[in-house]
C-alpha cells in the first residue's frame, strides 16, 4: 500500500511543479530524517478512508525561490505572503493525490494547511517518506496515514 501512496504523491508533486513553477528537472530519492529550524512545515490533514496527514518541509531557501517563480517578484524572507503561497502549494498537491485515489476507489477529503512541526509518537500504518529534488531545491514530504476503522 506504501507504494500506491507514493506513486501519486511522486506524480502530483511533479505536475503541480511543472505546472505552477515551470519545473522539469525534478527527481525523488529516500527521505533522510530532516527537522530544521530553517524550514515550513505545512500539515495537510486527511480525513475518509484514510486517515492522517501529510507534512510537506520546505525549506525557507526552497520556498523563496517558488514564491519567486510564482509571483515574480524577489522574496528575501519568509512572511505570510510566502507561507500563504507555499501552503496552496501543499494543498494542490494533496487535492490532487486524492483525485488519483478516487479514481482507484479510496476516497478521501484534505483539511486546510495548518503550520507547525509534526507530532512524533503517532503509530502508523502506512508512513513512507521522499524528498523531492529540484532545481530551486529539495521538498520532504512525510506521509503519515491510516485505514479508517
Do not use: Q
Request: glycine fraction near 6%.
Amino acid at each position: 500500500m506504501n507504494d500506491n501512496l507514493y506513486s501519486p504523491f511522486l506524480e502530483a508533486t511533479r505536475n503541480v511543479f511543472h505546472l505552477m513553477l515551470d519545473l522539469s528537472d525534478i527527481s525523488d530519492r529516500p527521505a533522510e530524517s530532516f527537522l530544521s529550524d530553517n524550514e515550513l512545515n505545512i500539515s495537510i490533514g486527511v480525513i475518509g478512508e484514510l486517515t492522517g496527514e501529510v507534512i510537506y518541509r520546505f525549506p525557507h531557501e526552497t520556498s523563496l525561490g517558488m514564491v519567486n517563480i510564482m509571483s515574480g517578484m524577489e522574496m528575501d524572507s519568509v512572511d505570510d505572503f510566502v507561507t500563504s503561497a507555499i501552503s496552496e502549494i501543499a494543498n494542490i498537491i494533496s487535492g490532487n493525490v486524492l483525485t488519483m485515489l478516487a479514481e482507484k476507489n479510496l476516497n478521501c477529503d484534505i483539511l486546510p494547511p495548518v503550520l507547525g512541526k509534526p507530532e512524533d509518537g503517532k503509530v502508523y500504518s502506512l508512513r513512507t517518506a521522499c524528498c523531492i529534488s529540484t532545481s530551486v531545491g529539495d521538498v520532504y514530504l512525510d506521509i503519515r496515514l491510516n485505514p479508517a476503522a
